[in-house]
Nanobody, 118 residues
């Protein structure tokens, strides 16, 4: 069981910056991938960015050039968000995949609210 705890959400004005953190219960290098999804009211949850155990990053087109995902050498992954837009307003969820004994499971954090005011 992988536990994920997000922090860093809040209210920010359009054009501002915010950094989210996700602390995993185990080293991020032991996970297949870890990253961020978001869900706005009335919309489906969507991938924002993730990073594989090999260090490959993947971004949604809507955030390329504005958001950066990174990780430390322990248990934390970050999402640096800049040039924020009102349409970035959503609950942001940390997500991880882990394969053990050929079974891949995914894990979710509880979510953190990001609100961008215009």
């Amino acid at each position: 069981q992988v536990q994920l705890v997000e922090s860093g959400g809040g209210l920010v004005q359009a054009g501002g910056s915010l950094t989210l953190s996700c602390e995993a219960s185990e080293r991020v290098f032991s996970l297949d991938a870890i990253g961020w999804y978001r869900q706005a009211p009335g919309k489906q949850r969507e991938l924002v960015a993730d990073i594989s155990s090999a260090g490959r990053t993947n971004y949604a087109d809507s955030v390329k050039g504005r958001f950066t995902i990174s990780r430390d050498n322990a248990k934390t992954v970050y999402l640096q968000m800049s040039s924020l837009k009102p349409e970035d307003t959503a609950v942001y969820y940390c997500h991880a995949d882990k394969t053990l004994w050929d079974i891949t499971r995914d894990y979710w954090g509880q979510g953190t609210q990001v609100t961008v005011s215009s």
